[in-house]
């Protein structure tokens, strides 16, 4: 292992003594940190700082925060095939692996390579215009929504799997969600708990206004096509609940599996229903 880029969350106050515990252990180790540019400028390690990570090499990734963090580095960098490991100085952690007290050992087990990579699933959202032109938007990790923008009425929506159309509806919108994001937006809107080892996609309508559409688990290689037929002025297209785009009801939204997978480390002292229990229901670690 020569490089570890370190993406701190500049808005959790535990980020900087984080960022020096690890900068201590590294050195031990002779390992490289790089961090991006305003991090290190914030933490005043500016020569740790690099300008544009993603054109130098990288080993593995660790984010210091919460699940968001973890997301957000999955998402950016995703497609540079690194796999990434959060640190938890957040709330719920559901998929960091590491908490503070656990740092050291478990930055011992990363050097002597003992753990193993988990791929997750990811998501990619297209706008398909009137000509059938379709434009990437952006990746995401959790789950790609298709709401109302502002204070809009319920939309009035299309949905089709592949080339077969399935209902006409109304609600608030529809969450289409991986696995991994089977336990974040999809969940609270009624959606099951999916274990990211399924290769699968959830479709989630949000607060839809019939019986007859529930969540629903289809293949992961189904396209889902999403037309709004409400005459709203903008829908928006929302991607792990901070990225955004409105975008004309005119326009189709695409989501798909991307063709690469977001790669996550896990150790061996932590599997998924382990998480679920202490995360969720409060069991005893």
Not at 14 to 34: A, H, P, Y
Not at 56 to 68: M, Y
Not at 246 to 269: G, H, Q, R, T
Request: glycine residues 8%.
């Amino acid at each position: 292992m020569e490089r570890i880029a370190v993406f701190p969350n500049l808005d959790k106050k535990n980020s900087g003594e984080m960022l020096q515990r690890l900068i201590e252990i590294t050195k031990k180790r002779n390992v490289d940190i790089v961090l991006p540019m305003d991090a290190a400028k914030k933490f005043d390690v500016p020569l740790l700082g690099c300008e544009h990570m993603d054109s130098i090499p990288i080993d593995i990734a660790l984010s210091i925060g919460g699940d968001g963090t973890l997301l957000g580095v999955c998402r950016e960098f995703g497609a540079m095939g690194f796999p990434v490991c959060g640190i938890n100085i957040g709330t719920l952690g559901f998929l960091t692996e590491i908490e503070p007290d656990e740092l050291e050992n478990k930055m011992e087990m990363i050097f002597e390579k003992k753990y193993y990579i988990e791929e997750h699933l990811l998501l990619a959202g297209f706008v398909k215009n009137e000509e059938g032109e379709e434009r990437f938007l952006f990746n995401a990790v959790n789950d790609v929504v298709v709401s109302k923008s502002g204070v809009a009425r319920m939309l009035h929506m299309s949905l089709k799997i592949n080339e077969t159309q399935l209902i006409d509806y109304k609600s608030d919108g529809i969450i289409v969600a991986s696995p991994t994001g089977s336990t974040a937006y999809s969940l609270s809107a009624g959606g099951p708990i999916v274990h990211p080892k399924v290769r699968a996609l959830l479709l989630t309508p949000i607060c839809a206004h019939t019986f007859y559409l529930r969540p629903m688990v289809v293949d992961e290689d189904d396209e889902i096509h999403i037309r709004v037929l409400s005459p709203q002025k903008e829908i928006s297209v929302t991607f792990d609940g901070q990225k955004s785009f409105n975008i004309s009801p005119k326009y189709e939204v695409v989501v798909k599996k991307s063709p690469l997978p977001a790669k996550i480390i896990k150790f061996a002292d932590k599997d998924y229903y382990k998480t679920l229990g202490v995360k969720f229901w409060g069991h005893e670690k």
